[in-house]
């Protein structure tokens, strides 16, 4: 279910449901594509084991401090796109996309938006 987070100082709805077929679908729709040099964490904070409470976001110019990398683009549909992949805590691989358009899918169920920095 997407939630609503600030990331990089911009609005943006966040997801880690997406399954790997939309995730290609997506990436082969999307243009100015580019990797991102760094990497970054990304720690879901949750009273419960349904809902997230708050997402923080770390990131570093080095690639290999923390366990997601990146890519950053447009969607036709979806706006501008991060999505993030990677191995966190040697559990399973996760896969984290945030966009910026308001009216795709499922509503965001946080009335208030995550701040991305865990406050």
Request: charged share 35%; no cysteine.
């Amino acid at each position: 279910m997407p939630w609503k987070v600030r990331f990089r100082d911009k609005d943006f709805n966040g997801d880690e449901s997406w399954d790997r077929a939309f995730e290609f679908e997506v990436r082969k729709a999307m243009t100015d594509t580019r990797e991102l040099s760094g990497s970054a964490e990304i720690i879901f904070h949750a009273k419960d084991d349904d809902l997230i409470d708050d997402v923080t976001f770390h990131e570093s110019s080095d690639p290999d401090e923390f366990p997601f990398s990146g890519i950053h683009g447009h969607h036709p549909e979806l706006g501008e796109v991060f999505i993030f992949s990677g191995v966190p805590d040697e559990g399973e691989g996760q896969l984290i996309a945030l966009y910026s358009a308001k009216d795709f899918g499922d509503p965001p169920y946080n009335d208030e938006r995550f701040t991305g920095d865990g406050s």
